[in-house]
């Protein structure tokens, strides 16, 4: 079992919409769960940390964390196109880990 | 946060030869970290560059084709050697995340490496 699973998209919604972005992680131990946004050619920058269960929103985004069930995701509200890119859940226990991330493609 | 400054940001170079990449740490810190980004993939760590200590390599990579320097707390470099096109990746210098109790990775701008 892989530590941090994503599943690699392509994801495509609509302009507007809500993209549902989920990761699930092996390590029970983990206590810090994070979100990163990559655009083709750059690097990742994070849109979000979450440590606790529930949700924690932040403007157009709402990270969900539920460690009983070892899943954390990432909501994105009124889906722009320039929300396009790669999304690597990041999961800190054991080691540091990044999941293989999710394509998102909204469309116009 | 931390600003990472990582230099070149690409480059095209021959099989066989060598390619060291730098990166600048606007702040202090005790560990710097090495990642790779083979295309279409996610990131996978390189090493893990300590000042004043030899640097821990994780398993399949190897000091001998990826020799790392850290000669201060604001600064190291990534030598890629004796490359061959398998090399042809991103290469991201980091600094937070790993071993830090929580904190977020920080990513410098990556450098781009096409082997031909």
């Known amino acids: 079992q892989k530590e941090v699973e994503q599943n690699s998209g392509p994801l495509s919604v609509p302009e507007g919409a809500i993209a549902s972005l989920n990761c699930t992680y092996s390590d029970r131990g983990s206590q810090s769960f994070f979100w990163y946004r990559q655009y083709s050619g750059k690097s990742p920058e994070l849109i979000m940390f979450?440590?606790?269960?529930g949700d924690k929103e932040d403007g157009r985004f709402t990270a969900q964390l539920n460690k009983a069930s070892q899943y954390v995701s990432l909501l994105i509200r009124d889906s722009q196109p320039s929300d396009s890119a790669t999304y690597l859940c990041a999961v800190n226990g054991q080691n540091f880990v990044f999941g293989p991330g999710t394509r998102l493609s909204v469309l116009p | 946060s931390a600003v990472i400054s990582q230099k070149p940001s690409r480059d095209i170079c021959q099989r066989g030869t060598s390619l060291t990449i730098q990166c600048q740490v606007d702040s202090q810190v005790t560990m710097m970290f090495w990642y790779r980004q083979q295309p279409g993939q996610s990131l996978t760590l390189i090493a893990t560059a300590n000042q004043g200590s030899e640097a821990t390599y994780e398993s399949g990579f190897v000091i001998d084709k990826f020799p790392i320097s850290r000669p201060n707390l604001t600064f190291s470099t990534l030598t890629v050697s004796n490359m061959s096109p398998e090399d042809s990746s991103i290469y991201l210098c980091?600094?937070?995340?790993?071993?830090?109790?929580?904190?977020?990775?920080?990513f410098g701008q990556g450098t781009r490496l096409t082997v031909v």
């Open positions: 979450i440590y606790s269960n």
């Open positions: 980091s600094v937070g995340g790993q071993g830090t109790g929580g904190t977020e990775a920080f």
